[in-house]
């Protein structure tokens, strides 16, 4: 079956600084990536739409400045957590569709990314 | 944009009886109609979905019924088991797009 991972896992990092997030295809190539954000207790609320060699689509009311996404390559869309606080904790989870189509609609999930940010 | 309802945000069941998740949407566009299952802590599952040609579709214990007039659709869940105990989400596609947009939320606790 279709593979997603994201790296780190978990990350712990001050106020201030900058994270990094990667999500990977491992076994078929993504022209469409999503990242979503859920907090304890909450659904999953949609951020950003990520394709291959082109810009980001933003969700209303989330800051493209402050969230950078890049997505270089058909296997790899990053995102960019710039001058966290703490209010950016949360569970960051990545999907994607595989491009040849095979699957329809169906996204795969990344296995999330814990974000603490103290 | 497209809004999504999701009920009952919990649900109790003792193991054995059924168990029923509605999800209305209000985009009549959409034409893709998954449910997840998601355990503490982790990913999104896909169980079961559904497309817009398609009125019922069964997986043993698990069927997605669509009601497109309507605009909903539901999760039927028969002879529970604990393990079924997990917060599932419907996420209707939005129509024209590939980004599906989840509902709260459906925390389902089966007691033995």
């Known amino acids: 079956g279709a593979v997603v991972s994201q790296h780190p896992s978990w990350v712990i990092c001050k106020s201030g600084t900058s994270v990094k997030i990667e999500c990977r295809s491992l076994?078929?190539?993504?022209?469409?990536m999503f990242w979503y954000r859920q907090f304890p207790k909450q659904s999953l609320m949609l951020m950003a739409t990520?394709?291959?060699?082109?810009?980001?689509?933003?969700e209303q009311g989330v800051e493209k400045d402050k969230f950078l996404i890049n997505h270089a390559s058909l296997t790899l869309s990053t995102l960019t957590v710039t001058s966290a606080h703490p209010e950016d904790s949360s569970f960051y989870i990545c999907?994607?569709?595989?491009?040849?189509?095979?699957?329809?609609?169906?996204?795969?999930f990344g296995p999330g990314t814990r974000l603490t940010v103290t | 944009g497209e809004n999504v309802e999701q009920h009952p945000s919990t649900l109790s069941v003792q193991e054995g009886d059924s168990a029923v998740i509605k999800c209305t949407y209000s985009?009549?566009?959409?034409?893709?109609f998954p449910w997840y299952k998601q355990e503490l802590g982790k990913r999104p599952q896909l169980i079961i979905d559904i497309r817009s040609n398609v009125g019922e579709k069964k997986d043993q214990r698990i069927a997605v019924t669509l009601n497109k007039t309507a605009k909903h659709f539901s999760l039927h869940i028969t002879e529970t088991q604990p393990e079924d105990s997990a917060v599932y989400f419907c996420a209707p596609r939005v129509g024209g797009y590939n980004k599906l947009i989840f509902g709260a939320g459906t925390r389902l606790a089966v007691h033995p």
């Open positions: 985009d009549s566009a959409s034409n893709y």
């Open positions: 999907s994607a569709i595989e491009t040849s189509g095979r699957a329809g609609y169906e996204q795969y």
């Open positions: 076994d078929f190539q993504a022209t469409t």
């Open positions: 990520s394709n291959e060699g082109s810009k980001a689509t933003y």
